[in-house]
Structures are given as structure tokens and as C-alpha cells.
């Protein structure tokens, strides 16, 4: 059965994107498929259609890693068994399964009218099922999916416990929300790193940069050059020096650098 809001598109033999799109939100999830497992990289907001989708892409066993735990990206965690994130989202996912908390942030930033509409939209959006069996991987971590490894790859910034995947066979990054063509959030106080840090991820990520040609990330165009790395390093650095030039966008303060921009909380501006 096919679910209009999710759309497939290979990237190799054994590699797909799933879009997902509805009225309020676009984002991406990744089918990565060995010979003995495959691994699913995120499940968005997880409609009924993800199962199906996935079940007509392979018929092996699924395991799913969240590239962090917020609620756009686990929302479809219950469809499947064996579910992991990195240890340091554990505080995200009970902020992203709390629905107080997701109503406040799905309205951040914008005017009263659109957050009384969001709120009505999204209502049923808003409840998260946690069942399954959840597992948590730290700074190093490998899946074995049977002649084929994806490692994890830790870039905290957006959140304490977001990560890449790297799939050195295929030489793909899968990057979340670490890395988007849009822009990189960093301004929610509860969950986000400084620039400091998220610049260090860059740098990580710079360091492997031999590893991998394409980088897929967690929502808008894909695949993304691998040359925003630079860029996304850069603006922080700026932030952290002081020198980031500031606008506003969505409602949000964000510094911007050539391609890139990163939101930030107000203070940060001067000295990170
Ligand atoms: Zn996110």
C-alpha cells in the first residue's frame, strides 16, 4: 500500500531516502540494507504509510538509530522492535515525548493567530507512542548489518547526543539536522550546544571528510555538498569570536555566513 506522504528515491542498490511531506513539515529518512539486517536511519513523524514503505523496500530485519531524538525524527520508532539513539539525547527524547513542551516549541517565534492554527493541525501529531525496545549507543558505536558497517559518528550542537552515520563502503554521510542546507539550529536553550562545540563537530566531520562524497541530511534538498562543512565551521567560529554577522529568519536569531546560517540563543552573539 502506498501512503502519499512518503516518496522513495534510491540513492544505490541498496540504499534509499524516504521523503516524507505533509502540510506543515518536510523530512527525511534513510534505508540502509546489508545482508543479514537493514538499518533505518530515523522515522519522521512516522505515519502508518513508514511501515509499509519500508516492508516494500526489504524483508529484512529493521533496526532503527535516530541521528538525535527529537520528535520530527522518532516519532515513527514504535512501528519497529529495536530502536537506538546516543545516550546523551536521553533528556531530548523526554522533553520531544512530553506534548507540553512540543506545543510551546512548534509555536516559537511565531505570531499568536499561527500558533492558535499550528496547535490545531498538529494536535494528533503531538502524542508519541515509546513502546519498543530502546538502546543507547555512546561516542563510538558500529552496526553490523552484514557486509556492510555504519559507524556513528558523534556531533553534538543541535542536541548533546546528535550524531552522524558514516557508511565508508558506500561513502555516504547521513547528517540529521547537524548538517542541512537551510540552516543549522542552535537556539533552543533546553537542548542545544554552544557554537563552540558544534564547531568542533564540524571539524570531526572535516576530518573525515576522505570517507565519504555526498552528505544526506535530515530534512529540504538532498544530497548536500560536503563543502558546507566549511562553511557551517566558519560561522561558528565567527559566533564564538564575536564576529558573526546577525539577521533574523523565521522569527529566530540566526548568525549567517555565505551559504549557511545558525540560529542561536540572544547571549551568544558576544563570546559564545
Ligand atoms: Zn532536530
Redesign the pocket.
Known sequence: MRDNRYTVYPITETTFAIEEKTRISQGLCYLLCGKEKALLIDTGLGFKGLRETVKGLTSLPVIVAN??A?I??IRGNHFFEEIWFHQKDKGVFALHTDRRYTRKLLGEGMPAPVQVVLGWVAKGLLSVNTSGQYHYFGDEYIFHLGEREVAVVPTPG??PG?VCFLDRSERLLFS??TLCEWGV?LHLTKESCSSQVFGESMQRLQSLEADFDTIWP?HHSFPVDKSYIDDYLTCARKIVQGKAQYGITKGRRCAKYNRVLITVPAKEDVNG
Open positions: 541521528t538525535h527529537h520530527d525524527h543541535h542536541t546528535s540529521g539536522d539550529l535530515g
